[in-house]
């Protein structure tokens, strides 16, 4: 072994023990692998940053873009409209959301499809009386195997294209060349997690709805009170941050969702929400006196009915990567910062219990919050929120849905009949959204998933590093002997096995970029298609049901479904099988 073979051996250990450990976010680690390539001399300086020209991360990029633009137009809402006619048939409800979802999963982000169908769903559960259980995980994993279908299903398949283009004589994929293999298992995995969802039975974690305190109090500041010429935060830390001021009223004006550093007068009108008991102290410690007209009574379960017509009680789930996580309510100024209040936290099916200000938000926390209509979209791309509650999904411009549709449309078949390829094309489609307003730039950009990017862009040299210091010709040569020895079939499900574990512990798009290399050099050794290798690759490495680590769609399902860790091999185990018993033998038909 040559002294660069060691080097570039140890980095990548290092690197796979990072993302498998996670002391840093996976990107980070990849930018970190990247820098110690350079400063190794494995990689140049002006090639450290090439793969951030890749066309697959390109068109990962434009896809995210894409598939934000056919959100905020309501592009998906024609197709969700006909969910409305099947009340009164769970399984049915079931069966066509998770095969929407899919079907939908196929040409957007995995991610995107499933954030427009968890409201759905979620209200669809409610409303008929079954458990969130039963059909969120199912969603989750539908959304997961459409992205087998197409070259822009999933950032796996892109970046399979590009190696194929790359480091064979073969050239890229075809936009439906993953169809072959992708669209018998999504269509028998889909059938499979509806007809098994039973499995998963009625979880007493699960979901129902978030209590956001049992009261809503309407409080006037007396000319003797305490409060008079104090900050609003400040009253509300008398409470100890179990009350919240949601509007505040001063002889003709409102404010709804004051700022904290407004100072209190006497005579002022605040409404008030939390606990009968942390009412009661507030109302006692700052001389308050509650109205007639406010009362105390108790609101209605749920999402309390605010009385300002402008604002909104939405719920919403923090997704993997959120600025929330691991901060507390007091640090966030969601209030002056976004306009936007926190009144309850729920985790595992349950409110927290601890106050307000001691809580430190997790991935997976539904959160209630209080929002302007107008500012609410803005907030939740900026916090990386997933909105829950029932709603409308076309939340911007519904009169672009046709035209946001035709537009990707356009791009789809620009790809198909190769009028230009994929990153040329859906990056035209973005340029054309926002040319006719179905998004603006800003918006654009906070679709795009960056850590993704960067951790594409950073390892794409490693590949290169690998190759030219010999590190793939030394593990082939490794392997080769006992990869010679097995039939075809056993190699190809050998290596979608490999894949499917290694990606539930390390990002699918690092798995693609370690795992490929090597798999066409054991493809050239054992006299196999390369072609059957990289699909062998790419399919294994998508099929991530076995833990709610593997996949953000897992992830996001958890804590609204109420699931456990082992819910997921309890469902995720039979559909990984089926996916390796159906997938090996379509790869050696269409792909041998």
Known sequence: MTSDQMIVSALTLLALAGFVLQPVRYDAVALLLLLALVLTGQVGPQEAFLGFAEPAVTTVIAVLAISR????????????????????????????????????????????????????????????????????????????????????????????SAIRQERTELGAYALFDFAWVGLPIAVLGV?????????????????????????????????????????????????????????????????????GEARLRAGDVLLLEGSADALRDLVELAGLSLTEAGGEGKARGGLTALVAEELEAVEAILRPGSPLIGRSPAALRLRSQYGINLLAVSRQGRRVADRMNQIVLRSGDVVLLQARREKRAEAFQALSLLPLAERSVALGRPQHAWLAGGLFLAGILAVLFELAPAHIAFTGVVAAMIVARVMKPDEAYAAVDWPVVMLLGALFPLGEAMERS????????????????????????????ACMLLSEVMANNATVLLMAPLALGLAEAAGLSQDAVLMAVC????????????????????????????????????????????GTPLILVFWG
């Open 69 to 160: 633009g056919l959100q905020l137009a309501g592009t998906v809402d024609l197709l969700l409209r006909r969910l409305g006619g099947m009340r009164g048939r769970p399984r049915l409800q079931v069966a066509a959301q998770t095969g929407l979802c899919a079907g939908l999963s196929a040409f957007m982000n995995n991610v995107g499809a499933l954030a427009l169908f968890m409201p759905v769903a979620l209200r669809n559960a409610y409303r008929e009386g079954y458990a969130p259980s039963r059909a969120l995980m199912p969603l989750a994993f539908g959304s997961v195997l459409g992205g087998l279908v197409t070259l822009i299903g999933t950032p796996p398949n892109l970046i399979i």
């Open 470 to 497: 010999g590190t793939i010709a030394l593990l082939v040569e490794g392997l080769a002997g006992p990869a010679g020895a097995l039939p075809g079939w056993a190699l190809v499900g050998g290596l979608m096995l």
């Open 539 to 582: 399919i294994g490495t998508s099929c991530t049901f076995l833990s709610p680590i593997g996949h953000q769609s897992n992830t996001l399902v958890m804590e609204p479904g109420g699931y456990r860790f082992q819910d997921y091999p309890r469902l995720g185990t039979p559909l990984a099988l089926l996916c390796l018993a159906v």
């Open 191 to 259: 059938a499979y997690v509806v007809l098994a969802s039973r499995l998963l039975g009625d979880k007493r974690g699960a979901r129902q709805e978030v209590d956001a305190g049992d009261y809503v109090a309407e409080a006037r500041l007396g000319e003797k009170s305490p409060a008079i010429g104090v900050p609003l935060r400040a009253l509300e830390s008398m409470a100890e941050g179990d009350v919240t001021v949601v509007g505040l009223f001063r002889g003709p004006n409102r404010t709804l969702a004051p700022p």
